[in-house]
């Protein structure tokens, strides 16, 4: 097991197309697309285990990510999607459990990230883009296989005798799900907690009227009703929708950074690695003025209209931080450009929200601010003359966990803030990052927003917008001393110290999930009842019981 563990990780890219799934079939038929998984066997990320029964790894869920982005980039005419399998009497067994019992630590935990991340991006199209899910279970159904069930609008069960629903982690692995399945059931699903208790800890699960009167699925169908009724209902959900009637959309293009050994640089973004110093810094370029201003222009430019291209950009420079650069603690962010420009952007994507394809990318640049909020890195913000922390690209700043502006008369410093900060892109809690920053005094958010024009230093200092300006004598020592501070620290405290504070205010399912489920579900994969030499995780699949050391913690 000590060996397994210390596996290496596998190569992980996170750029896929249709065209290029191994596990997943997309197809349309008007407002409707279809979903399917088939997982191959032996086409994990590893040869060390083999993807029975739709069991998937982070391969199979970095397609299904993709086939979500592209369905409501490419695809605006899709109003609903039904999830379902190909292969006969198995929906999805979840995630494989030879590849989490052969992962590090820190894999296990990435794993879990993106695939709750996804879950979540599935929910988002729900909610802000008219595009209503529908999962067709058409035989076992069970841990992340229902995880994913219950990210989706409605669940449809086949009722054959067999087929079944089950969180089956606890009883059989000694973990929990890991991607949301306790808190969905009992938040989003209403399950009452006693018969959660007992669906938790019953490894065969729950099957037919019965899992309809828990409200774990929503209807049950026999075989052969199943298609029909799957076909009619996906309809009704998709005559819902506020979506075009018609496309185009626009086309999701590789980004194809340059890759070195100590860098990658994209068009809009590039991510410097200083491995000796365990630091990274990640600098976002601003758009150069003249970008496109009306709906229709946007749509021409399609992904290469700036904030799309930019945070398409970010957002895969997070990735690689997470899955490939597990040593670097501390990320330097930068920005570089005309902070009017970036301002401009703002103003056209306000103007234009309701148009399909600019809704798309405001929720996109969202999507990616959370990805950045949740990425277990410390994030120090550095405001230097030539920077353009400004409106969206603020948010960068306020998504570290501090920020450094300079303070220096002889050199023009300034940031700003646009609508784009009032509303938008909140985080996981339901509230900007304004509002969160300024719990203790709500009044501040309307007086900072309402600010016509740019902040200096001293302004932004003592509007609480950044943490310090230092003169142009301290800087470069304060700023790297912080820096060489941060990465002497513990990685392990500073990870739970930083999920502690970046959420301050309302709890939600999804700070529950990555707060509370994960941090927990975290812990237990260390524990030796699920991965010591007896446990649960390390019993799996062999002859011999697990032995449980049955004191509580």
């Keep these: 097991m000590q060996a397994a563990t210390k596996a290496a990780m596998p190569a992980v890219s996170f750029d896929t197309a249709p065209d290029r799934y191994r596990h997943w079939k997309l197809t349309f038929d008007g407002p409707v697309a279809t979903l399917s998984m088939d997982v191959q066997e032996d086409a994990g990320l590893s040869p060390d285990y083999k993807l029975k029964l739709n069991s998937y ?110 969180l089956p982690e606890t009883p059989l692995l000694g973990v929990l799900p890991g991607t949301g399945g306790l808190t969905r059931v009992v938040d989003k699903r209403k399950v009452r907690r006693d018969l959660a208790d007992v669906f938790g800890t019953v490894a065969e699960g729950v099957k037919g009227k019965r899992a309809v009167d828990w409200r774990l699925v929503d209807a049950v169908y026999p075989t052969s009703q199943f298609k029909q009724r799957v076909a009619a209902r996906a309809q009704e959900l998709a005559a819902r929708s506020d979506r075009p009637a018609s496309g185009p959309g626009i086309t999701l293009t590789p980004l194809a950074p340059k890759i070195t050994d100590d860098a990658v640089t994209y068009s809009t973004v590039t991510l410097q690695i200083d491995r000796d110093k365990r630091v990274a810094t990640l600098t976002v370029i601003g758009p150069e003025p003249g ?22 950009e970010l957002d895969d420079a997070l990735l690689r931080l997470r899955i490939v650069e597990p040593l670097i603690g501390t990320v330097v962010v930068k920005t570089r450009g005309i902070a009017d420009a970036v301002l401009t952007v703002d103003e056209t994507l306000i103007a234009n929200q309701e148009h399909w394809l600019v809704r798309e990318i405001i929720h996109f640049m969202k999507r990616t601010l959370k990805r950045m909020d949740l990425t277990s890195r410390s994030f120090f913000a550095v405001i ?56 203790a005094n709500p009044e501040q958010v309307d007086k900072v927003l309402e600010r016509d024009g740019a902040f200096d230093p001293q302004e932004a200092l003592d509007a609480g917008l950044v943490s310090f300006a230092p003169d142009e004598l301290d800087w470069d020592d304060e700023v790297r001393l912080a820096v060489e501070s941060r990465a002497a620290l513990s990685p392990d ?19 529950k999930i990555f707060g509370r489920l994960t941090a927990w579900q975290n812990w237990i994969f260390i524990r030796p009842n699920a991965v010591g030499e007896k446990g649960a995780l390390t019993a799996y699949g062999s002859q011999s019981r697990p032995e449980f050391d049955y004191n509580r913690t």
């Excluded at 794993?111 to 058409?138: P, Q, V, Y």
């Design 291 to 312: 970008q496109p201003s009306t709906a229709d222009a946007i749509h021409a430019a399609g992904d290469q209209f700036w904030p799309l291209r930019a945070f398409r």
């Design 57 to 166: 790894d982070l391969g199979v869920d970095v397609e299904l990510a993709d086939a979500i982005q592209r369905i409501r980039f490419e695809h605006p005419e899709v109003h609903a999607v039904v999830v379902t399998s190909l292969k006969e009497r198995i929906f999805c067994a979840g995630a494989n459990i030879f590849m989490l019992r052969g992962s590090t630590h820190a894999w296990k935990v990435n794993f879990c990230k993106f695939t709750n991340e996804t879950r979540l991006a599935i929910e988002d199209a729900s909610e802000n883009s008219g595009i209503k899910f529908l999962a067709a279970l058409n035989g076992i159904c069970a841990g992340g296989g229902y995880e994913l069930a219950l990210a989706c609008d409605e669940i449809i069960l086949v009722d054959d005798g067999n087929s079944a629903v089950s």
């Design 384 to 439: 230097e003359p030539g920077s353009c922390f400004a409106g969206s690209l603020f948010e960068l700043a306020l998504a570290a966990d501090r920020s450094y502006m300079l303070d220096d008369p002889e050199q023009d410093n300034t940031l700003a803030l646009s609508a784009m900060n009032s509303g938008p892109l909140k985080m996981s809690n339901g509230l900007t990052r304004l509002m969160t920053r300024f719990l």
């Design 493 to 511: 405290a500073l990870t739970g110290m930083e999920a502690n504070l970046r959420f301050a205010g309302p709890e939600t399912m999804e700070t």
